[in-house]
């Protein structure tokens, strides 16, 4: 693999960061640099990939972070807030983080970013998550980087602490997994093994000023995907679909308790709405074959190097 300089990952200690670094260790490239607030999973990253550099700094505030910027070819940025019961994290998180960040790459020179939005930005759903990442991207756009915009739909992987990484765990856990309505709501999940193969692509041919709808290239409906996971992970529980106003009125009841639930009525509300997004030929444009959902999620779930691994909230 030619070398492709030093990579700044923000927000790289999550689902999508842990997987690209693995994948560039993979590829011998190790001049990488992984900005996270969370030092148990910075820890996680260090301890797997000792030869990356971790800086654990909250990019919401001004700070020496900023100087691993100096020297940097690539950054990729990946830092938001996915989930919360308040407006003031999404802000804190997702906008000025990414304000911050867009200051630091102006004053220090990276030449190049790879920003990882969502495929929220184009979905029906009005929620903290959808509006903050649709003003996340804007910024990008307006900031004058040579950028790339990158819009995933519903990731799963290795280090998958939400989502589908949380729900095979929660099924191991309990004799009834609960299912909101009749399940049947379509999802185009994303294996995070693709998408990182995608961005190292950007890497090395660095289009800009351009925007990729990065969808699944499966469809399957919430009810099949969960019982995909539990055939996956041999979970003994019960599948039960329960009435949507009792199964939301349930998530608030643990919202009460739980100051960062690792589901909310909100991402009840998007799961539900109905969304389906376009599907590009991204196989051919970034020259990277997409993996079978079942094949994913064996991978997912039987790798002895990192399956067991898990992030922490």
């Known amino acids: 693999m030619t070398e492709l300089g030093k990579i700044v990952i923000t927000g790289g200690a999550g689902l999508v960061g ?3 670094v693995a994948c560039l260790e993979d590829h011998a490239h190790r001049n990488v640099v992984v900005i996270d607030k969370s030092p148990a999973n910075l820890a996680i990253l260090q301890n797997l990939h000792p030869q990356v550099s971790t800086v654990c700094a909250d990019l919401a505030e001004h700070g020496a972070w900023e100087q691993q910027f100096d020297g940097a070819d690539t950054v990729v940025m990946l830092q938001a807030q996915i989930g919360a019961t308040a407006r ?6 997702t906008i000025v983080s990414t304000q911050n960040v867009l200051g630091a790459i102006k004053s220090r020179g990276p030449g190049y970013l790879i920003h990882v939005s969502s495929s929220v930005v184009n979905s029906v759903a009005n929620d903290l998550y959808s509006t903050t990442k649709r003003e996340q991207e804007h910024l990008v756009v307006q900031s004058g980087i040579p950028y790339v915009v990158l819009r995933p739909t519903l990731m799963f992987g290795w280090f998958d602490r939400k989502h589908l990484g949380w729900l095979s765990r929660f099924m191991r856990r309990v004799p009834v997994f609960p299912i909101p309505g009749d399940g049947r709501y379509l999802r185009q999940p994303l294996y995070v093994g693709d998408f990182c193969q995608i961005i190292l692509s950007c890497l090395k041919s660095r289009p800009i000023a351009q925007a990729f709808d990065i969808t699944g290239r499966e469809r399957i409906d919430y009810i099949d995907m969960i019982r995909e996971i539990r055939r996956a992970v ?5 599948i039960v679909r329960i ?5 939301d009125n349930l998530l608030r009841l643990w919202a009460m308790f739980d100051k960062n639930p690792p589901f909310t ?3 009840l509300a998007a799961l539900v709405a ?5 599907v590009i030929d991204w196989e051919r444009i970034f ?3 997409a993996t ?3 094949v994913a999620i064996n991978r997912t779930f039987h790798d002895p190097r990192y399956s067991d691994i898990a992030l922490h909230f």
């Open 234 to 238: 041999d979970a003994r529980c019960v």
């Open 292 to 294: 079978p959902f079942t």
């Open 243 to 247: 009435p949507y106003g009792l199964f």
């Open 88 to 93: 003031a994290p999404f802000v804190r998180n």
């Open 265 to 267: 009525t909100e991402q």
């Open 287 to 289: 020259g990277v074959n």
């Open 18 to 20: 842990q997987n690209l």
């Open 274 to 278: 109905g969304d389906v997004f376009d």
